[in-house]
């Protein structure tokens, strides 16, 4: 009977695991003094550094495309502006450049914190009883042979932390915020996507905004 370590089963795991999900909600509030609204247009704007341009425009779009497939229509900053429109603005400046194109909500997208994690990974071995391999010499050389020659590897995790803020332009005032994390992507795009799933199915749940029966179109 062969006995397996722990390093045996990991690559099982690690499958697992990508196949689970990687984002989560680790809290969220809505505004008690609002009822449940509609917006004509909202803005997923992120607000994300530089060096992960990628990562923010990919978050936008996914999220603003969420919006739409439960019926409110929504555009993201990074196809209306371009990647610095608000940088040297102030707040009334920016929202009345977001209210000269019809947007009446804003929900933003803020990368918190990213953090990388490196581990080791122990490599491929596996044991067995005594008498099964080591009282033939091919059998044992076999099995030494690999415990030498299936090393372990360092690999490492990257943790996303957000947070969304939905503001309502009309009275300036925060309807929504949550807080989120999202463990080792495979790729910005599947992050992007499962995060978009997971905020509006959350607005949907708190009954923030009235989301439509049907994918809205451009108003």
Request: charged content about 20%; some cysteine; overall charge positive.
């Given at each position: 009977m062969r006995l397996y370590s722990y390093s045996f089963f990991l690559p099982i795991l690690l499958l697992l695991w990508?196949?689970?999900s990687s984002s989560k909600i680790t809290s969220s509030w809505r505004s008690p003094d609002r009822a449940t609204v509609s917006f004509k247009k909202v803005v997923v704007l992120g607000?994300?550094?530089d060096a992960d341009r990628t990562i923010r425009e990919e978050m936008e779009q996914y999220l603003?495309?969420?919006?739409?497939?439960h019926g409110q229509w929504a555009e993201c900053a990074?196809?209306?502006?371009g990647p610095k429109e608000f940088d040297q603005l102030t707040e009334q400046q920016a929202i009345e450049k977001l209210k000269s194109k019809g947007v009446d909500a804003v929900l933003?997208?803020?990368?918190?914190d990213k953090t990388k994690e490196r581990y080791y990974v122990p490599g491929h071995m596996y044991y067995t009883p005594y008498g099964l391999y080591y009282n033939?010499?091919?059998?044992?050389?076999?099995t030494i042979y690999g415990?030498?020659?299936?090393?372990?590897?360092?690999?490492?995790?990257?943790?996303?932390?957000w947070e969304s803020n939905l503001y309502d332009l009309t009275s300036g005032n925060l309807l929504y915020s949550s807080q989120?994390?999202?463990?080792?992507?495979?790729?910005?795009?599947?992050?992007?996507?499962?995060?978009?799933?997971?905020?509006?199915e959350d607005l949907d749940t708190k009954r923030v905004i009235a989301f439509a029966a049907v994918p809205t179109k451009s108003p």
């Open positions: 990508g196949c689970s607000l994300v550094r603003a495309a969420a919006l739409r497939n990074c196809e209306l502006y933003t997208i803020v990368l918190l033939r010499f091919w059998g044992y050389s076999r415990r030498i020659y299936s090393p372990g590897y360092y690999a490492t995790d990257t943790k996303y932390f989120s994390q999202s463990f080792d992507p495979s790729t910005s795009a599947a992050m992007g996507k499962e995060y978009g799933k997971l905020i509006v």
